[in-house]
């Protein structure tokens, strides 16, 4: 069975800080992509990275894929309160022909005003 | 907006009972996911469909069943409700037939099971 843990689990910060938050598994995934979903609404997606090493900047937000593409990291800089909100990676592999995605447990960020 | 729609935006039933969730796909996506999230479980992916056929199977329970149309939508039908089952379940479509791999979600259907 693949997991993907994801630390930390909360986090609440005050605004201006930096952040990061890890994604890590034994297996290793063809892709990986990063949602954020917010209370009652659905995970949005904000990237996939494909290549071992591969760094994708998105505004404030730096995601990482790791070397052997067994993990990723999320950095944000000088976070805001619209940041808040909880951050999902998802691994995308292949399993008996067919293709098979598993969610991270989920690291939930609260960024005080 | 995903383009990814759901129907009921919230159901509340009683125990033993038995509820329907819709959803309709991205235009041109032909795979259809659903999955499940409490406060205690995180986002379970249930089952996959992918151009009306059964993909991939999760955390399914065998009360619960699905299907995809030849329109493309889908139907995540929940059978002996117990409360549990009371959770928040979305639908995501994607192309299905890439390698990088993107789903889109829906809103999500509050199913609460009284």
């Known amino acids: 069975t693949q997991l993907l843990e994801q630390s930390p689990q909360f986090l609440s910060i005050q605004e201006g800080e930096n952040l990061t938050v890890y994604c890590n598994s034994s297996?290793?995934?063809?892709?990986l992509q990063w949602y954020r979903q917010e209370p009652g609404e659905g995970p949005v997606l904000l990237v996939t990275?494909?290549?071992?090493?591969e760094v994708k900047k998105l505004k404030r937000l730096t995601f990482q894929f790791g070397d052997a593409r067994k993990d990723s990291s999320l950095h944000i800089t000088a976070a805001q309160p619209g940041d808040t909100g909880l951050y999902l990676c998802a691994g995308a592999s292949y399993s008996g022909g067919y293709q098979k995605v598993t969610f991270g447990t989920g690291t939930k960020l609260q960024v005080i005003p | 907006d995903s383009g990814v729609t759901q129907t009921p935006k919230h159901l509340i039933t009683a125990t033993g009972q038995r509820v329907t969730l819709r959803c309709s796909p991205r235009?041109?996506?032909?795979?259809v996911y659903w999955y499940q999230q409490s406060l205690d479980q995180g986002l379970q992916f249930l089952i996959q469909y992918y151009n009306g056929e059964e993909r991939a199977k999760g955390n399914i329970l065998e009360r619960f069943s699905a299907q995809q149309f030849p329109d493309l939508h889908s139907e995540l039908n929940l059978s002996s409700l117990e409360l549990g089952d009371s959770a928040l379940y979305f639908c995501?479509?994607?192309?299905?037939?890439?390698?990088?791999?993107?789903?889109?979600f829906g809103p999500g259907t509050r199913l609460t099971v009284t």
């Open positions: 995501a479509s994607s192309v299905g037939a890439s390698d990088t791999y993107e789903q889109y």
């Open positions: 990275v494909v290549t071992g090493g």
């Open positions: 297996s290793v995934f063809s892709s």
């Open positions: 235009s041109g996506d032909l795979s």
